[in-house]
């Protein structure tokens, strides 16, 4: 595994996450403030329910005939001299991107925000062969200096106090910084401005491939993704397959939706429709146009349970809303994706082991799938995991062991009732006011989170039983 | 390393095992863009005056600022008030054949360095220098190719004479625009994209379309917002009633 915070165990990862006050502090703020820039966002746009079914029908009409859509693609980013490269693992996308930059003798890759970059632990790569990579977003910035990973879709350094990012910069910079937003802004516009004039390869990821016209769409709020696809003479766009949509007329409706999602905004500050290196007459643009199609896991769910995971936008709605997701916050998480769909791409992308305890980070409560704007029905999947990791022997053989118990009796009325009634005998030392706080030996795994109901002094069965002669 | 060849193999196996999750259709795209084009243009004639309220309203809400002239020959007024209100000195700017007006000699008159553009491709050497030059100015004076009034966004066509770095580098931006880049919509926006990739002549021969929806903006430091991150802090409209082609 190469996520970097796996040392521990989830639980304790996430023990640690609620004990830390500031976290939890800053990810109250965070996400209750975006789930109020959503909601007004949706509630002065009456359209915007029908869109979201349009999003996912078009997201469904792609991936069924995504073949065609993909080879559509090639063909108009070659078209416009653009190079096409496929990656099926993680490791091949970084050697394609390590190639480009060795050939094109690149010393430093100016990046803004991508996730399938992070997904592929590009950064590493880069190092080991001497280029230096800078992240331009300014969350992003913050991070790498931090030498952290992002712990929010959209805002990466939602964790981090101004005073600490001072810090960091102090550090860095060597110079004296006042911990004030605006300032350190102000700084980090003159560093990366440096930088994006310096650098020789620009990396970006892609929100959105339009099939049709060869397009990557990049969207970002602060300009850095205008910057990396303008200045320097290599473009390298790095993007999932499943980001590909057939025209311009299909993109304009995920725009009418992302941002809304995503922050609030109608739209982005900036959409940049890319296509291809730069053309006769000019003066900024690459020489060179690199797209990279990542498999990485996502074709083998095609066909597989986790297809609908597929449509995601990475909006991040689903993380703000989720009561897991707002008490733990991302790190806890231990992989490139947080929060419930992160769950889904982790399993997607690592395999159903690396989600054996994340499958149960969720309380099924359904707000994520409330809050997508393509609708994915996250819970449905996350069941679908829980039972995977079961069948496959993934879970811990005492946990299979209680639910197949479980299971047994529930499905047969006679051995149920027989239960009930050994149960009340049973929870006698545990109960206390109509509650178990604490169970002994191994099934303290359950008590140890959350309180258990006595069995009723008459179970259900019981009274109905005894009121049969009742009539209406 | 993967193949193409391979690659969509393995994309086509795993399509055959399902037929999806729904039966679903990708968005209908307009037959004869063109013509719509045209048809919206010809509604917006009628009620453009509300449009433009609306591009205003929105517009400023995202933190533009907007100014009104009657005609083409007030623009430099107002470019040279803003300039002198953000203590701008070095201008650049569009070509005047992209522009639709040439500014240049007016600005001038009023106390600008102006750098204009040039519409014909130019040396590698020539670039890097025009880029340098973007790269120190304090304003970038740009058109628009439309003008969307339900987000308040511009939008900018890169090509020969329209430098993408116009509208990016300068800590100030001003686009100048008029009733003809008017759109209500983004639906509407998706014709013109439609038109201009098909049949109809995209108004730059860039490869990049830039959509503006006010200054550059982040809140990554405790969610507070902050302005010209890493593009313009301020970004400026300037509609032009007469038109700008006469």
């Known amino acids: 595994m190469s996520d970097g915070d796996l040392g521990t165990p989830f639980r304790q990862r996430a023990g640690s996450a609620m004990k830390d006050a500031f976290l939890q502090e800053a990810l109250t703020i965070a996400t209750t403030k975006f789930i109020g820039l959503r909601r007004e966002a949706f509630e002065g746009f009456p359209e915007g329910e029908a869109l979201r079914d349009r999003a996912r029908a078009i997201k469904e009409a792609t991936l069924q005939r995504l073949d065609h859509h993909l080879e559509t693609l090639v063909g108009n980013v070659e078209r416009l001299g653009g190079q096409v490269h496929y990656a099926a693992t993680s490791e091949e996308a970084r050697s394609i991107v390590v190639d480009i930059a060795r050939r094109t003798g690149a010393r430093m890759a100016v990046k803004s925000k991508s996730m399938a970059t992070e997904e592929i632990h590009l950064n590493e790569a880069l190092e080991r062969a001497g280029i230096t990579p800078v992240e331009t977003d300014l969350g992003e910035y913050i991070i790498q200096l931090a030498h952290e990973r992002p712990s929010h879709i959209i805002t ?3 964790h981090k106090t101004k005073g600490q990012v001072a810090d960091l910069f102090r550090r860095e910079l060597k110079r004296p910084v006042e911990a004030d937003p605006e300032v350190l802004t102000r700084i980090a516009r003159g ?21 049709d016209t060869g397009t990557v769409v990049l969207v970002t709020n602060e300009g850095n993704g205008r910057m990396v696809t303008s200045l320097p003479r290599v473009h390298v766009a790095v993007m999932g397959i499943e980001k590909v949509v057939p025209s311009f007329t299909d993109l304009m409706v995920f725009l009418a939706i992302l941002a809304k999602s995503a922050t ?3 739209l982005s500050v900036y959409t940049s429709l890319v296509r291809g290196p730069r053309r006769a007459g000019e003066l900024e643009g690459p020489e060179e146009f690199h797209l990279v199609l990542l498999d990485n896991g996502r074709i083998a769910q095609l066909g597989g349970p986790l297809r609908e995971a ?5 909006c991040g709605a689903c993380l703000n809303v989720c009561p897991v997701y707002r008490q733990i916050g991302g790190h806890a998480y231990g992989y490139t994706y947080p929060g419930p769909i992160g769950i889904l791409l982790t399993a997607m992308l690592e395999g159903p082991r690396s989600v054996k305890d994340l499958a149960h980070a969720s309380s099924l409560c359904g707000a994520c799938a409330d809050a997508c704007p393509v609708r994915i029905d996250i819970p449905r999947m996350l069941i679908e995991l829980r039972r995977e990791v079961d069948d496959k022997k993934i879970a811990p053989w005492r946990e299979r062991v209680v639910f197949k118990l479980l299971a047994l009796v529930l499905a047969r009325p006679g051995l149920y009732r027989l239960a009930a009634r050994a149960g009340r005998l049973l929870q006698r030392p545990f109960a206390r006011e109509g509650t178990i706080r604490g169970l002994p030996f191994f099934l303290d795994e359950w008590t140890r989170t959350r309180d258990l109901p006595v069995v009723a002094r008459r179970t259900f069965q019981e ?8 009539t209406r | 390393m993967t193949t193409k060849a391979e690659f969509f193999a393995g994309i086509r196996d795993q399509m055959r095992k399902t037929s999806g999750l729904f039966p679903a259709s990708v968005t209908t795209r307009p037959e004869h863009p063109a013509a719509e084009v045209e048809t919206i243009r010809r509604e917006l004639a009628e009620r453009w005056p509300e449009t433009l309220e609306t591009f205003r309203a929105e517009f400023e809400r995202v933190g533009g600022v907007f100014d009104r002239v009657a005609a083409l020959d007030e623009v430099p007024a107002v470019v040279a008030r803003i300039a002198r209100e953000c203590l701008a000195r070095e201008l650049v700017a569009w070509h005047a054949g992209a522009l639709g007006a040439d500014l240049v000699s007016a600005l001038g008159a009023r106390g600008l360095a102006v750098h204009e553009m040039p519409a014909d491709e130019t040396a590698a050497v020539e670039r890097e220098r025009l880029r340098a030059i973007a ?8 058109g628009a190719d439309l003008a969307i009034a339900e987000t308040g966004t511009l939008v900018l066509v890169s090509g020969a004479g329209r430098p993408r770095s116009t509208s990016l580098l300068p800590p100030y931006h001003i686009a100048v625009f008029d009733r003809t880049a008017l759109v209500e919509s983004l639906r509407q926006v998706g014709v013109f994209l439609e038109a201009w990739h098909r049949d109809a002549a995209p108004p730059g021969t860039g490869a990049v379309i830039n959509f503006i929806t006010g200054p550059s903006r982040t809140a990554d430091i405790e969610l507070t917002l902050t302005r010209g991150v890493h593009g313009p802090k301020e970004v400026h409209a300037i509609f032009v009633e007469r038109g700008i082609r006469g």
């Open chain 1, 310 to 314: 597929l449509y995601c936008l990475r």
């Open chain 1, 191 to 211: 560093e990366l401005r440096e930088k994006f004039l310096q650098a020789d390869l620009g990396i970006t990821g892609a929100n959105f491939a339009v099939a």
């Open chain 1, 264 to 266: 609030g905004q109608k």
């Open chain 2, 135 to 142: 790269a120190r100015a304090d304003l970038g004076l740009t």
């Open chain 1, 463 to 470: 009274r109905w039983a005894s009121e049969k002669g009742f």
């Open chain 1, 156 to 158: 990466p350094a939602i």
